[in-house]
């Protein structure tokens, strides 16, 4: 059973008061609040076997090496990856991207070649794609995004030519929260013989993600967003993709063998992970995917989607208001973005933070897509397992006072 | 946060000082904040005897941004250029009156940094040194 009230026991901030009342936390799309039992576990690292990983001779390195190691295995599984071979530990969601953009885009794309990824996307997965197409000579093609985050697939369609090697595309806006129909796109962009990559910076912290399952051929994601620590991303991507691509970063770690002419990189994963890694992290986000998995996926997406329901719902009817993103909760996650009259977001943020609740405004790190929509800012909501229907009320009351203070 | 919101800047941000356009403006400016997507111009008449003699500004942004830009219109009309030249940081919050972290900051000195630009040819560069001694 799914029991928010004894989960909220488990993630010591929420006890907390911020302006004389209870944190009302609703940002968990920026980064979501970490269990104890994660605080633990990096905690007992430093403690107990502290040390450097992959050669040391003493117990304690050994140790951290084996419990280094047990997480990406941990990780690989909550993916369903085919090996732990194929999971590569960066330091968030964007190096991720980053990794893919410098090392297989800059290797396979050349002029003319093209890269397609949609309107909505987050900064990490468009600044580096133009990049890369700046440097090769490729071009970058956004599939048009409506208020609804309905994708313009005809679009899409017409532009499926085999010029096209990468589609680039977000698994759940962190703006619109839409989830796009990814497995369509994935089997389209397979049949002209490109690859796909799946930014799920925002699906895997919020719903089953199992990379088999969409044959998807890259996946990245964030820790911090998954309640584990800041500090660590993952990259997932097939073996033979990974083998094919040569390093992003050198140094230590990630080679075998080193001569003053030249040297020979390591097997996966470590090719990839150069210089000392973040091992307290990785060994925390170990523990977030079993807590995670404990939960079970499926019911964390349930009551999502049962939040978002009521978010919206209650949300609908606050005066002024303008909701951006399906209204359909099945079609979407907990991140809602909106508008309050002609009420600067920043203003939003600031009033309802004084009534103890914490919303995000700005771009969100998507400025395209609200220059689309003619949009500065807007204020986001966001749930996460923590998050109870009350603190719903409670933000639709804050709303409610900004209008009174605020409403011209 | 009701402290935020105090009523000399809800005054202001709801009955904004000089709020428009000049027809006739001797110098005119506009700023963003592309962080935030605030956009603020000043207007000013500067008469023979180095005087502002008119001023507005227009734009659109936060409710602090909005209100420091009405109250620093109130502050320089009727000064001379080099009045206006010393107004300083400070001053803006000062009249604001509240405590303002470093986002917020940034909404409270567009005005200042408009007229500063607009007003002496300031450039960036130098609007961000001064940032550094803040
Ligand atoms: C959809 C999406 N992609 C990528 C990122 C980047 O994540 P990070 O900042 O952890 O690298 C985010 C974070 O907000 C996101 O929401």
């Known amino acids: 059973m799914f029991n928010t009230t004894e ?21 968990s799309t920026a980064s979501s609040q970490k269990p104890q039992c994660v605080i633990d576990a990096m905690n007992d690292f430093y ?11 003493y117990q304690i390195s050994e140790q951290a090496s084996a419990a280094y190691e047990n997480a990406r295995k941990k990780i690989g599984r909550f993916i369903n990856a085919h090996s732990w071979r194929e999971v590569i530990f960066t330091r968030n969601a964007t190096e991720s991207i980053n990794l893919v953009a410098y090392s297989w885009g800059l290797t396979n794309l050349k002029a003319g070649d093209v890269i397609i990824t949609t309107e909505m996307e987050h900064h990490a997965n468009l600044v580096p794609w133009q990049q890369v197409a700046a440097r090769t000579g490729a071009q970058v093609k956004y599939i048009p995004v409506n208020e609804q985050g309905q994708l313009d697939l005809a679009m899409f369609d017409q532009w499926l030519t085999p010029s096209v090697k990468l589609v680039a595309i977000t698994h759940m806006s962190n703006v619109l929260g839409v989830i796009p129909p990814v497995e369509e796109i994935i089997t389209k962009a397979h049949s002209i013989g490109a690859l796909f990559l799946l930014d799920g910076a925002q699906s895997v912290p919020h719903m089953p993600v199992d990379v088999q399952a969409l044959a998807c051929d890259f996946l990245a994601f964030s820790s911090h967003k998954m309640l584990g620590p800041t500090g660590l991303g993952v990259l997932w991507a097939r073996q033979d993709i ?28 470590w090719k990839f992970e150069a210089g000392t890694p973040a ?3 990785a060994i925390g986000l170990g523990v977030a995917v079993d807590y995670l998995s404990k939960l079970g996926m499926t019911n964390v997406r349930q009551h999502e989607i049962e939040m978002t329901g009521y978010a919206l719902e209650r949300l609908s009817q606050v005066e002024g208001i303008h909701i951006y993103g399906p209204f359909d909760p099945q079609l ?10 002609d009420i600067h977001p920043h203003d939003v943020a600031a009033v309802l933070d004084g009534e103890g609740i914490a919303v995000r405004a700005g771009h969100h790190c998507a400025m395209p897509i609200h220059d689309k929509f003619g949009l500065p800012a807007t204020t986001r909501a966001s749930f996460y397992v923590y998050n109870l229907p009350e603190e719903i009320d409670r933000l639709v009351i804050g709303l409610d006072k900004t209008r009174e203070l605020l409403g011209k | 946060m009701d402290d935020f919101y105090r009523e000399n800047i809800l005054d202001h941000y709801r009955h904004p ?7 006739n403006p001797t110098h005119s400016h506009e700023e963003h904040n592309p962080l935030c997507g605030d956009v603020l111009r000043i207007d000013l008449h500067i008469n023979e ?65 408009t007229l500063k630009m607009g007003l002496y040819g300031l450039s960036e560069a130098d609007w961000q040194k001064d940032d550094e001694t803040w």
């Open chain 1, 279 to 281: 091992i307290a992290e």
């Open chain 2, 49 to 113: 005897g180095q005087v502002i003699d008119d001023v507005a500004f227009s734009g659109k942004g936060c409710a602090i941004s909005q209100a420091s830009a009405s109250m620093l219109t109130e502050m320089i009309i009727g000064k001379t250029t080099d009045q206006a030249k010393q107004i300083g940081k400070e001053d803006i919050l000062e009249a604001l009156g509240i405590e303002i972290g470093p986002v917020r900051l940034k909404c409270a000195l567009l005005s200042l940094k």
């Open chain 2, 17 to 23: 000082r000089h709020a428009g356009k000049l027809a």
């Open chain 1, 7 to 27: 989960i909220r026991q488990d993630f010591p901030i929420l006890r907390q008061q911020t302006h004389g009342k209870p944190l009302t936390y609703l940002d």
């Open chain 1, 332 to 341: 979407r996650g907990g991140a809602i973005s909106f508008t309050l009259g």
């Open chain 1, 47 to 57: 403690c107990h076997y502290n040390a450097n990983v992959h050669r040391g001779i």
């Open chain 1, 242 to 269: 990974l083998t094919a691509m040569p390093p992003f970063m050198t140094g230590g770690d990630m080679i075998k063998q080193v001569t003053l002419s030249g040297c020979t990189w390591n097997d996966l994963p």
